[in-house]
């Protein structure tokens, strides 16, 4: 959708906007959630 929307980014801007969002989103909560399960699983940094 980005890539499709580039030829119209100087009149309507927001069409390649919201899905690059999304995108960033999906991706920061993706690492997000590799972290937890890092956190929860990785046995070198659990407390005794």
Same mark, same amino acid.
């Given at each position: 959708m980005i890539s #499709? #929307?580039r030829?119209? &980014?100087?009149a309507? *801007? *927001?069409?390649? +906007?919201?899905?690059? +969002? %999304? &995108?960033?989103? %999906? %991706?920061?909560s993706?690492?997000f959630?590799?972290d *937890?399960f890092r956190?929860? %699983?990785?046995p070198? +940094?659990r407390q +005794?």
């Amino acid at each position: 959708m980005i890539s #499709e #929307e580039r030829q119209y &980014i100087d009149a309507a *801007w *927001w069409t390649s +906007l919201f899905p690059g +969002l %999304v &995108i960033a989103m %999906v %991706v920061m909560s993706g690492n997000f959630l590799g972290d *937890w399960f890092r956190d929860r %699983v990785d046995p070198t +940094l659990r407390q +005794l």
